[in-house]
């Protein structure tokens, strides 16, 4: 049985008040929930605020980005095990906004992912096509290459402890959302790959969230997809209302 999550990428906002606010508000709104897995990424100068402020929660922390060396002449960089001592369990690899602006590529993704593990962090890998990807008719052959070249060379044991993030670059951020349809079609070709190449026990375990524009309005028909585990959330994770009620709308949503 796969279990739900909600995950909050805050991106490049709050700063250290703004996001133990928002913390301690989630808190408040979110602490009956057993049933979802939570989980907020806020910026590198919020982890350690953030993480005292969730400590011994249902809120689980998570970083938006990391090198894939454990230390060295990298300024500017974040390493693995930083993260761990500052509290986080989870890291968000190969976001799109990664791969955009910052010309991450499946290989790095790759490094990135395969250090996470070592590290006992979970890594969030993200894969999705472009819009001119998507009216190109190539979005099945774009997450096929993601899938496989981001998680190369990891074996079916590793791939247990990850969790994929299907999110179509053409709905971040833009106000468009795939239809459930849509999404539930993409979120169904990545464990058809995953079932082909690895196995059918596998396939069936592995967690798959889809990110892009997700909002209350559109969370539990997402969600009631029978492949689609949840959402990696963007701007709707900024706010306590809007947060909480992506969260309650999962949590009223089948097991699978």
């Known amino acids: 049985m796969r279990r739900k999550m909600i995950a909050g990428n805050w991106k490049m906002n709050k700063i250290t008040a703004e996001a133990i606010e928002l913390a301690n508000g989630l808190k408040r709104e979110l602490y009956k929930i057993d049933d979802v897995d939570i989980v907020v990424c806020p910026p590198f100068t919020a982890l350690e605020e953030v993480s005292e402020a969730t400590y011994e929660s249902n809120i689980k922390l998570g970083a938006q980005n990391m090198h894939w060396e454990e ?30 602006y910052f010309h991450e590529t499946n290989d790095t993704v790759n490094k990135k992912t395969k250090a996470a593990l070592k590290a006992g962090l979970t890594p969030i890998v993200c894969v999705g096509e472009t819009l001119q990807e998507r009216e190109a008719g190539k979005t099945f052959e774009v997450i096929q290459d993601h899938v496989y070249n981001s998680l190369k060379d990891l074996t079916e044991e590793e791939l247990a402890k990850i969790i994929i993030a299907y999110e179509p670059v053409w709905a971040i951020g833009t106000g468009k959302t795939a239809s459930p349809e849509q999404a539930q079609e993409v979120h169904k070709f990545i464990r058809d790959l995953l079932k082909k190449k690895y ?16 909002k209350p309005g559109n969370t539990k028909e997402l969600v009631n997809q029978i492949d689609i585990d949840g959402a990696l959330v963007g701007g709707a994770s900024l706010d306590v209302k809007n947060f909480s009620e992506i969260v309650n709308a999962a949590s009223t949503c089948g097991t699978k």
């Open 199 to 214: 196995s059918e026990v596998l396939a069936e375990e592995i967690v798959i969230l889809y990110g892009g524009s997700v």
């Open 71 to 100: 230390s060295g002449a990298f300024t500017g960089e974040i390493a693995p095990m930083m993260l761990k001592d500052l509290g986080c369990e989870f890291v968000i690899l190969g976001h799109s906004e990664r791969r955009l």
